[in-house]
C-alpha cells in the first residue's frame, strides 16, 4: 500500500489547506492516522492524532486551529487547517495505520509529504 499525500501549497497567512492522505488500493480499513510537521533544520513535530473510535490528540500550536479525520469508505485521511501562521511551513506528512484485509495485522504507512508554505 502507498500513500498519497496532497493539498499542500502556498497559501497567506489565515488561510486555509486541507491536506490529504489516500491509501493507493482499497483496504479493509483505517484504525489510526498521525500527522507530523519537519519545517527546515529542525526536528518533525507531532501535529495531530486520531484513531477509528473517535478519539484525537492535537500539538499545542495547532489546538483550535487543525481538524484530523478518516474516510475508510474513501481510504483517505485528511488535515484541515485553519488560520495558519507563517510557523506552520513545513513539510507535512501522514501516518496511517491500517489493516489491509479482514484479519490483517494493522501496519503502519508513511505518506511521501506535502509541502505547507504559509507566506504573504
Known amino acids: 500500500v502507498q500513500l498519497q499525500a496532497s493539498g499542500g501549497g502556498l497559501v497567506q497567512p489565515g488561510g486555509s489547506l486541507t491536506l490529504s492522505c489516500a491509501a493507493s488500493?482499497?483496504?479493509?480499513?483505517?484504525?489510526?492516522v498521525e500527522w507530523y510537521r519537519q519545517a527546515p533544520e529542525k526536528q518533525r513535530e507531532f501535529v495531530a492524532a486520531?484513531?477509528?473510535?473517535?478519539?484525537?490528540n492535537y500539538g499545542d500550536s495547532v489546538k483550535g486551529r487543525f481538524t484530523i479525520s478518516i474516510d475508510n469508505a474513501k481510504n483517505t485521511v485528511y488535515l484541515q487547517m485553519n488560520n495558519l501562521k507563517y510557523e506552520d511551513t513545513a513539510v507535512y506528512y501522514c501516518?496511517?495505520?491500517?489493516?489491509?484485509?479482514?484479519?490483517?495485522?494493522?501496519?503502519?504507512?508513511w505518506g511521501q509529504g506535502t509541502q505547507v508554505t504559509v507566506s504573504s
Open positions: 486520531r484513531v477509528s473510535g473517535g478519539a484525537t
Open positions: 501516518n496511517v495505520h491500517l489493516r489491509r484485509v479482514v484479519g490483517g495485522r494493522v501496519r503502519g504507512y
Open positions: 488500493e482499497s483496504i479493509f480499513s483505517i484504525n489510526a
